[in-house]
């Protein structure tokens, strides 16, 4: 039988057999080999914190109300980052064949039916690493945000937080001729984002905070900021940052009040431009150009190429039924852990 990742309640998580989906037309199986865990959304569902959780969202009006939850426990598919292999093809389908490897999303689960046309272009060229391809979501929300912050050749950005996402953002940035300085509470992921090329690496508890230290070195401010990692403390500090009519690409998923930003000062004295960066959208400057097939396209492109070590970011791969202690780990705010990703019984032995 196959099997998903279920959210049963705050604090439990499990892998629970389900019924398996039929094969329809135009539509291929896929046995999941790896799917990694975006800690900062899905530690959302294992707390309960997420929004979808606790309100209605009115897709209408674009707007979260009060009411019925638009989600309750217990919660199945999340997770956007898999790959597998194709191991049954519908007989319509002439454009992929029975053991191609694909990337995509279809959620933690053993097994899924995904129209042919949404993976056809997501291929795995046959002598990359398969697991290489749980990066093409998270590493498009990372672009998407340097694409948000318009970083350029020779101007400083500040990059706040330095999880998977952040790292890739800093590797994306300096890739794009950008000199950042990146800041994180964690001297593992320092060192990590200098070897992703951050020219200055900043501890975020350090006396005075970080934007203190970022307008020394950089003479009067960042030109622009992106904030990854979900704090509103963090926020406030990318505000404070950024030069005058700097921009901040607010990125992170943020979680209940924001305690600590405080909007009458910096951002309101530096008229510093705020913007949100989520991976539904593209810049609208960009719209004409950018869509998600080329945000991933090009990430995967540099990935493979090897101009981001996305492999190295991986320190931990643990089987599907252990996806409890794997979140437990996370909600402790393991240090050791950069990308988790969960193994399925359909992978290939290393």
């Known amino acids: 039988m196959p099997h998903i990742v279920q959210f049963t309640a705050p604090g439990e998580v499990a892998l629970v057999e389900i019924d398996p989906a039929p094969l329809t037309a135009g539509s291929v199986r896929i046995a999941t080999w790896y799917s990694g865990i975006s800690a900062g959304t899905e530690l959302t569902a294992y707390r309960g914190t997420n929004p979808y959780l606790t309100s209605s969202w009115d897709a209408a009006r ?7 939850p638009s989600f309750a426990y217990p919660v199945q598919g999340w997770g956007y980052s898999e790959v597998g292999q194709i191991v049954e093809v519908a007989d319509d389908v002439t454009d992929l064949r029975t053991g ?3 990337h995509g999303i279809w959620g933690h689960r053993s097994d899924a039916v995904l129209p042919a046309s949404v993976v056809a272009a997501r291929v795995m060229p046959p002598d990359a690493a398969p697991i290489l391809g749980t990066f093409a979501r998270v590493a498009s929300i990372a672009l998407n945000a340097v694409l948000a912050a318009d970083v350029r050749l020779g101007e400083r950005v500040a990059i706040f937080g330095q999880g998977v996402i952040g790292l890739l953002a800093t590797r994306l940035a300096t890739l ?20 992703f090329g951050a020219q200055e690496v900043i501890d975020a508890l350090r006396p005075g905070g970080a934007s203190e230290l970022i307008r020394d070195l950089t003479d009067g401010g960042a030109d622009s900021a992106v904030e990854l990692s979900g704090s509103d403390r963090a926020l406030h500090e990318a505000i404070r940052s950024v030069v005058v009519e700097g921009v901040v690409a607010a990125s992170g998923f943020y979680q209940g009040g924001a305690a600590s930003l405080r909007l009458g000062e910096e951002f309101h004295h530096n008229r510093v431009r705020l913007v949100a960066s989520q991976i539904s959208g593209v810049p609208v400057r960009l719209g004409g150009r950018w869509d998600q097939p080329r945000l991933v396209r090009t990430v995967m492109e540099v990935i493979l190429s090897g101009a981001v070590d996305a492999g190295s970011l991986i320190t931990d791969v643990v089987s599907a039924p ?6 437990a780990r996370l909600d402790r705010g393991d240090p050791s852990i ?11 032995l290393p």
């Open 338 to 348: 950069l990308q988790a990703v969960l193994r399925f019984d359909a992978a290939p």
């Open 100 to 102: 191609d490897v694909v």
């Open 176 to 195: 794009s001729g950008g000199r950042v300085l990146a800041v994180d509470t964690v001297e593992q992921r320092l060192q990590v984002a200098r070897r």
């Open 322 to 327: 252990d996806v409890g202690d794997i979140f």
């Open 62 to 68: 674009r707007l979260f109300v009060p009411g019925e």
